[in-house]
């Protein structure tokens, strides 16, 4: 059986080989699979609810020779959000490594974890000196990954071929991530926790403040459908690895409880994601809970360097122009 990612059944831990005797049974109990994976078998092709993990079928299916067999719709506890934030992270930290840059959603996942941490970014970058500063803290274990720039044209080939939207911001992040999971593979770790989908739940992005609440229910919600899009991008860059991304602010329960909880409450009125920062504050200082977004493309400096790349190669106000002769040469070897 081919199967990535990991799997629960009524609450427990499903080993691969019981999971393939469930699946080549046809067992009903299938339908209550939880978990982040995708599998194959004999025929059998079956993804968790939320897609979180690429796979050749729908999300929440379990199929047998292209056929439906069932939806797999596990049972959803209803939990307070600080509960369903734990719960989350608890359920994740059995391996893998924590993605840290510093900001409350990575440092929140690091610290309820106890997972080593790995940050990246260029010399100096916002988000090496950031992460240092939180691991310190927390006396977390971290470890750095300085991007040497001249590898940034090489990596942006490479993402390039594997994001299904090659804009300027999602070959930064992809760069970015590209560093996180070769990192992760050189040290033996396939499961990556993250941060991704934080600011689609819990609103952090700056243009959510100010709105009023059905404006603010409307941007939410289609920032959320927009996730499956970027997950296809996260996915496939840490695959070039053999690793893949767990997301536990994506998990059916957080999603439960943030979904009770009114839009407005969510945003607040200061630097976004009021609801997640207040939890935060039980579990992590709170100076480092209400710290400022800084997105991953701009904290770690690929970005900059990317646009640099992008005036030296002649594009004075167009990076896309850039990616696009990149990716042109690319097919043209």
Not at 122 to 135: F, G, I, K, M, Q
């Given at each position: ?10 609450g427990r ?8 005797e469930?699946?080549l049974?046809g ?13 194959e078998v004999d025929?059998?092709r079956?993804?968790d ?17 292209g056929?439906m067999?069932?939806r797999?719709?596990p049972?959803i ?9 734990e719960?989350?992270v ?6 893998g490594?924590?993605?840290l840059?510093?900001?409350v959603?990575?440092t ?10 790995v ?8 988000d090496?000196?950031r992460a240092?500063?939180v691991a310190d803290?927390?006396h ?11 590898r940034i044209?090489?990596?942006l ?5 594997v ?18 999971a ?7 770790h396939?499961r990556i926790?993250?941060g ?7 609103g952090?992005y700056?243009?959510?403040?100010g709105?009023g609440s ?8 289609a920032?959320?459908d927009s996730l499956?899009?970027?997950?296809a991008r996260?996915?496939g860059?840490?695959g ?6 767990s ?5 059916p329960a ?5 979904r009770a909880l009114?839009s407005i409450s969510?945003v607040g009125?200061g630097?976004?994601?009021e609801?997640?920062?207040k939890?935060a504050a039980?579990?992590?200082?709170a ?6 977004k800084?997105?991953?493309q701009?904290?770690s400096g690929v970005w900059r360097e990317v ?9 004075k ?5 850039y ?7 690319d097919h043209g070897?």
């Amino acid at each position: 059986m081919m199967l990535r990612g990991w799997t629960e059944l009524d609450g427990r831990r499903c080993a691969p080989q019981k999971l393939e005797e469930l699946v080549l049974g046809g067992d009903p109990r299938l339908a209550r699979l939880d978990g982040e994976f995708s599998l194959e078998v004999d025929g059998w092709r079956g993804r968790d609810m939320q897609g979180i993990i690429p796979g050749a079928c729908p999300p929440g299916e379990l199929q047998h020779n292209g056929v439906m067999v069932r939806r797999i719709e596990p049972e959803i506890p209803e939990l307070s959000l600080r509960d369903a934030i734990e719960r989350s992270v608890q359920r994740r930290g059995d391996e893998g490594v924590v993605a840290l840059s510093g900001g409350v959603d990575s440092t929140l996942i690091a610290a309820l974890a106890g997972r080593p941490c790995v940050v990246v970014g260029l010399e100096d970058s916002h988000d090496l000196e950031r992460a240092r500063h939180v691991a310190d803290r927390l006396h977390l274990d971290l470890s750095e990954v300085v991007i040497p720039p001249e590898r940034i044209p090489g990596v942006l080939l490479e993402v390039l071929r594997v994001i299904p939207v090659k804009s300027p911001l999602n070959a930064s992040i992809a760069a970015t991530l590209y560093f996180v999971a070769e990192w992760a593979r050189s040290q033996g770790h396939e499961r990556i926790l993250a941060g991704q989908g934080a600011d689609e739940v819990f609103g952090g992005y700056s243009r959510y403040t100010g709105i009023g609440s059905k404006d603010l229910e409307a941007m939410l919600a289609a920032d959320f459908d927009s996730l499956p899009v970027q997950r296809a991008r996260d996915q496939g860059v840490v695959g070039l690895f053999g690793c893949y991304l767990s997301m536990p602010f994506l998990d059916p329960a957080v999603l439960r409880a943030v979904r009770a909880l009114p839009s407005i409450s969510l945003v607040g009125d200061g630097t976004g994601k009021e609801a997640l920062r207040k939890v935060a504050a039980t579990w992590i200082p709170a100076d480092i809970a209400v710290y400022p977004k800084k997105a991953m493309q701009y904290g770690s400096g690929v970005w900059r360097e990317v646009r640099r790349l992008a005036r030296h190669n002649g594009y004075k106000n167009a990076v896309q122009g850039y990616l696009t002769t990149l990716e042109r040469n690319d097919h043209g070897r």
